[in-house]
């Protein structure tokens, strides 16, 4: 009787997707069959739950570890990992492929400030994602919203609050008067960086700064000509 091999199924499979133990042979009469559409299917399933049983593996034995690229993360939404947008950690964030400390620093502050994102797109508009980040980050993001969600704004072209006029800035959702010159006169000591500093420097309720996600932009405010130093005022 032959002496049935130690390693259990998951193990070999695991070891031969890493490429620790040899790919097993077919036997000839099976490698002579075409391989029909459903055989083609099988053998992709096949490989995919290899690959997710592998990154489980590596999961269990590093659960910080940061996941690299789409597929992982496709992988980890197959194993039931989520991502609460509206709640997430700055270590939640970090496991996603790509994502960077100064994109994740902005999130934090705006949760902070009690600013909630509505969906996909209030994303990608905040961090400046291209299509391609977007969709590698999609199976594990959930956008759970906690309180009376907003009302859905029209999108139109983002304003420059470092460059607009006040004319320009009455455009924005909700804003009065008095804001308006609050904003002017707190961006003539310096421009503002993005939407958590915006919202600090000028107190701004969550729900306003929900409403402006997306509606503004924040480019540095040009520099004033340089004058000629015959020209120059005295100090």
Same mark, same amino acid.
């Given at each position: 009787m032959a002496?049935?091999?130690?390693?259990d199924p998951l193990a070999r499979q695991l070891l031969i997707a890493t490429g620790q133990l040899p790919r097993p042979q077919r036997p000839p009469a099976e490698r002579s069959q075409p391989l029909?559409?459903?055989?083609?299917?099988?053998?992709?399933?096949?490989?995919?739950?290899?690959? =997710?049983d592998l990154l489980a593996l590596k999961l269990a034995r590093e659960p910080g570890r940061r996941l690299s690229n789409a597929e992982e993360v496709r992988h980890a939404a197959a194993l039931g990992w989520r991502l609460d947008v509206n709640r997430a950690t700055a270590a939640d964030w970090l496991r996603l492929p790509g994502c960077r400390a100064e994109q994740v620093d902005l999130?934090? =502050?705006?949760?902070a400030?009690?600013?909630?994102?509505?969906?996909?797109?209030?994303?990608?508009? &905040? &961090?400046? &994602?291209? $299509?391609?980040?977007?969709?590698?980050?999609?199976?594990? &993001? $959930?956008? =759970?919203?906690?309180?009376t969600a907003p009302a859905v704004a029209n999108r139109c072209?983002?304003?420059?609050?470092n460059q607009a006029g006040a004319r320009e800035l009455e455009r924005l959702p909700a804003i009065e008067p008095e804001l308006v010159s609050r904003l002017l006169r707190d961006r003539a000591r310096r421009p503002f960086t993005?939407?958590?500093?915006?919202?600090? =420097?000028?107190?701004l309720r969550a729900e306003l700064v929900e409403a402006w996600i997306g509606r503004v932009r924040f480019q540095p405010a040009?520099?004033?000509?340089?004058?000629?130093?015959a020209n120059r005022p005295s100090p």
């Open positions: 002496q049935q091999h130690w390693l029909t559409t459903h055989g083609a299917a099988s053998a992709s399933d096949h490989d995919d739950g290899i690959e =997710r999130l934090l =502050r705006l949760q400030g009690g600013v909630q994102l509505s969906g996909l797109e209030d994303l990608q508009r &905040l &961090l400046g &994602l291209n $299509e391609t980040e977007l969709f590698s980050w999609q199976p594990l &993001l $959930e956008f =759970r919203w906690y309180g072209e983002p304003i420059a609050i993005d939407l958590a500093d915006l919202q600090q =420097r000028l107190q040009p520099a004033g000509p340089v004058l000629p130093a």
